[in-house]
């Protein structure tokens, strides 16, 4: 029989995603058990990139406030805590995503800039043995907020592998460097969240986290255990758990889940695709970062951010002048300074983050997508990823 850790809520959203979170919440045991009389919540949200919540790729602002609110009515202090993908400017997914207005408006704290890190020593851990996480998060309630969807690298992308954004990029280069799904259990035996609320209002399928298509699921799952969570997610996705790497590792060292569901059905409600990837992508995608310690120590920056900049890798947004008419939505769209340059018709790899609000604006589809197949589709309806070229790893 599943124990009490053990159980996971699953609430349709329908049109009320604050009510639904509500529900959820209630059925993992309420919030003010949550917080077990801590004063603070930390709330990791997924904001790989630059990728509004419609799209599948990022977590829900009106999850976030929703969350939020229950927070303070319990009579604690909301902050948020996250980080992008390694290739990914903080400041300017920030930008993209309005996340220092949206925190002001909600009341919600920040934390920017990591003053203090904690080192954690997982007990058992075999690839990574310790790692750091933000002060703020050692003696806080930690609600971990991922969203429902796919990943190039790790298979799927929910609450276990969420929890990466907490570290900083060096600790990351060391997970992808010994081993990404081996590190991602090793990291979950040093780090448990209180809640994990995971996002599948919309969540994304095929070639994600950040490129895939919008699944729009419709969904919250909740829970204490993570990997149970997991499970349930898998299970609403149609996907076997120990087809997804870290998670069969998981179910071996940290023993077997048997959730008990609660609220509504873990019926798959759509069958997900699994992305398919060479082994030659994965052997080049893993080399970026074990070459990063020599790259970074003699520039002082990120080999995963400089080759991304280049243009020459990773899913990247490009005009084609025969259809562009130099109206300007695509310039007026973007929320970063000196990307778009209508005299040359250039994007800048060097300052687009890659958030193809560009592509959905123009009127004309006179943006293609580089890295993707299919590219030239109607906004809102971005076209698959050819995995060969995928972006925003973690």
């Known amino acids: 029989m599943a124990t009490n850790s053990q159980r996971v809520a699953v609430v349709r959203t329908g049109d009320d995603l604050a009510g639904a979170a509500r529900r959820a919440i209630e059925l993992s045991g309420g919030m003010a058990a949550i917080l077990d009389g801590r004063r603070v919540a930390v709330l990791k949200p997924n904001f790989v990139a630059g990728r509004p919540g419609r799209t599948g790729a990022t977590t829900s602002l009106d999850l976030i ?18 980080s992008p993908g390694t290739e990914f400017d903080l400041e300017e997914t920030y930008a993209i995503l309005g996340i220092d207005d949206f925190c002001r408006r909600h009341g919600i704290g920040l934390v920017r800039d990591v003053g203090e890190w904690i080192e954690v020593r997982p007990k058992g851990a075999r690839r990574l043995r310790r790692f750091r996480v933000p002060a703020p998060v050692a003696e806080a309630c930690l609600i971990n907020l991922p969203v429902l969807k796919t990943h190039v690298v790790s298979g799927m992308s929910v609450a276990m592998k969420n929890l990466m954004g907490l570290l900083p990029r060096e600790d990351r280069r060391t997970m992808h460097t010994f081993g990404i799904h081996q590190s991602i259990v090793d990291l979950n035996l040093g780090l ?90 994965r052997f080049v995608f893993w080399l970026m970062y074990p070459l990063d310690y020599p790259f970074r120590w003699l520039t002082g920056s990120h080999l995963c951010a400089a080759l991304y900049k280049t243009g020459l890798v990773g899913t990247r947004p490009k005009i084609i002048e025969s259809a562009c008419t130099r109206c300007g939505d695509c310039v007026t769209a973007c929320p970063l300074p000196n990307v778009i340059d209508l005299t040359t018709l250039r994007v800048d790899p060097r300052t687009c983050a890659r958030c193809l609000l560009c592509v959905e604006a123009c009127p004309e589809n006179a943006i293609i997508v580089k890295g993707m197949s299919g590219s030239g589709e109607a906004p809102g309806s971005l076209p698959r990823l050819n995995g060969v070229d995928a972006g925003g790893q973690g």
Do not use: W
Not at 66 to 72: L, P, S
């Open 192 to 281: 448990k969240p209180d809640l994990s609320l995971v996002d599948g209002s919309v969540g994304q399928d095929g070639e994600g986290p950040l490129y895939g298509r919008p699944a729009n699921l419709g969904v919250l799952v909740a829970g204490r255990d993570s990997l149970a969570v997991d499970v349930v997610c898998c299970r609403l996705c149609d996907v076997d758990p120990k087809a997804v790497r870290h998670l069969d590792l998981a179910l071996s060292q940290m023993g077997p889940r048997f959730p008990e569901v609660v609220g509504e059905s873990a019926a798959p409600v759509e069958r997900f695709t699994l992305p398919k990837v060479s082994p030659l992508y």
């Open 65 to 82: 406030a929703a969350v939020a609110e229950i927070v303070r009515e319990a009579g604690a202090a909301p902050v948020l805590c996250e």
